[in-house]
C-alpha cells in the first residue's frame, strides 16, 4: 500500500508562486506514473501534469502549460508541482496520485491507483 502525503498549498497572490510537495511512504514509487489533479468548489476534479516513472516524459493540462512543472526525486519518493504565475481561477484542492504502471501519460484518473488527501491551493486578485 502506498500513501501519499501532499504538503506545500497556501493563500498566494495572483502573480505568485507555490511549490507542492507529494510524498510517498509505503513503498517505493520510483517505478509509478505520478500525477497532480485539482478540483474547484463546484466543479470536478481535473488533470493538471503527470510524469512518468524516469521523469523523462511529462505532460501538462493546457491551462497550466508554461506555468506549472511537475517534476520527480525518486530517491526521496517525492514528486513536486512547481506553480508559477497563478492565477485566481488556480484556485482548488490539488491531488497527488500514483500509478503502478511507469508509462503511457496522460492517463484517465480511474487508472490512478493511490490518492492523497489534497492541499489547497487559494490565488487572490
Known amino acids: 500500500q502506498v500513501r501519499l502525503v501532499e504538503s506545500g498549498g497556501g493563500l498566494v497572490q495572483a502573480g505568485g508562486s507555490l511549490r507542492l510537495s507529494c510524498a510517498a511512504s509505503g513503498r517505493t514509487v520510483s517505478s509509478y506514473t505520478m500525477g497532480w489533479f485539482r478540483q474547484a468548489p463546484g466543479k470536478e476534479r481535473e488533470f493538471v501534469a503527470a510524469?512518468?516513472?524516469?521523469?523523462?516524459?511529462?505532460y501538462y493540462a493546457d491551462s497550466v502549460k508554461g506555468r506549472f512543472t511537475i517534476s520527480r526525486d525518486n530517491a526521496k519518493n517525492t514528486v513536486y508541482l512547481q506553480m508559477n504565475s497563478l492565477k485566481p481561477e488556480d484556485t482548488a484542492v490539488y491531488y497527488c496520485c500514483a500509478d503502478r504502471v511507469g508509462w503511457g501519460i496522460p492517463k484517465p484518473q480511474a487508472l490512478y491507483d493511490y490518492w492523497g488527501q489534497g492541499t489547497q491551493v487559494t490565488v487572490s486578485s
Open positions: 510524469i512518468n516513472s524516469s521523469g523523462g516524459s511529462t
